[in-house]
T-cell receptor
Framework: NAGVMQNPRHLVRRRGQEARLRCSPM?????VYWYRQLPEEGLKFMVY????????ESGMPKERFSAEFPKEGPSILRIQQVVRGDSAAYFC??????????????FGPGTRLTVL | AQSVTQPDIHITVSEGASLELRCNYS??????LFWYVQSPGQGLQLLLK??????LVQGIKGFEAEFKRSQSSFNLRKPSVHWSDAAEYFC?????????????FGTGTRLTIIP
């Protein structure tokens, strides 16, 4: 059973460009979470999605950031008009179900975004 | 809102010595608690978790953690560390109610092992 997959692993963008980060959850998992890790800091929650639904986006910046998890295909975190402050590692996690006490989150290897 | 404090930013121990990493949480109800480990440039691997029941939980790689409600703590321990244990360790708390499934992480403790 393959783990959570993220691609690309490394992404370099110039200021003003768009960044698209992809996450394929573990097989059988229908819940996806995105976290951001700034240098020398812990992970900060950004958004929680189920298929075709955003459940909690309380950690998403109000502008330039969006996320989706379509019926088919991976979850996408999209950052428009990137700025240097967006440079970070972005981690995706997945869990099997929305059952309290059993929905352990399993993390992918992350995408390291560098904005020049 | 929940929060996690890891008071030790960096800990250095000798190989073979015992280890304890501290974690204190703040949450109004019964928390779900996790320890993850992150090697340089890698993702997070789950070491162990506490949901309910026995307050001493065993994890992978010889780690264990004890939930102490009275102290709001969930410290991670290992009796004898190996050089391969050098990594960053994160404590996290999850909510026990629907609608708040996100994890809140501490800032991490970096573990260095010396020969």
């Amino acid at each position: 059973n393959a783990g959570v997959m993220q691609n690309p692993r490394h992404l370099v963008r110039r200021r003003g460009q768009e960044a698209r980060l992809r996450c394929s959850p573990m097989k059988g998992h229908s819940h996806v979470y995105w976290y951001r890790q700034l240098p020398e800091e812990g992970l900060k929650f950004m958004v929680y999605l189920q298929k075709e639904n955003i459940i909690d986006e309380s950690g998403m910046p109000k502008e330039r950031f969006s996320a989706e998890f379509p019926k088919e295909g991976p979850s996408i975190l999209r950052i428009q008009q990137v700025v240097r402050g967006d440079s970070a590692a972005y981690f995706c996690a997945s869990s099997p179900a929305r059952r309290v006490g059993t929905d352990t989150q399993y993390f992918g290897p992350g995408t390291r975004l560098t904005v020049l | 809102a929940q929060s996690v404090t890891q008071p030790d930013i960096h800990i250095t121990v000798s190989e073979g010595a015992s280890l304890e990493l501290r974690c204190n949480y703040s949450y109004g109800a019964t928390p779900y608690l996790f320890w993850y480990v992150q090697s340089p440039g890698q993702g997070l691997q789950l070491l162990l978790k506490y949901f309910s029941g026995d307050t001493l939980v065993q994890g992978i790689k010889g780690f264990e953690a004890e939930f102490k409600r009275s102290q709001s703590s969930f410290n991670l321990r290992k009796p004898s560390v190996h050089w391969s244990d050098a990594a960053e360790y994160f404590c996290a708390v999850g909510a026990s109610n629907f609608g708040n499934e996100k994890l809140t992480f501490g800032t991490g403790t970096r573990l260095t092992i010396i020969p």
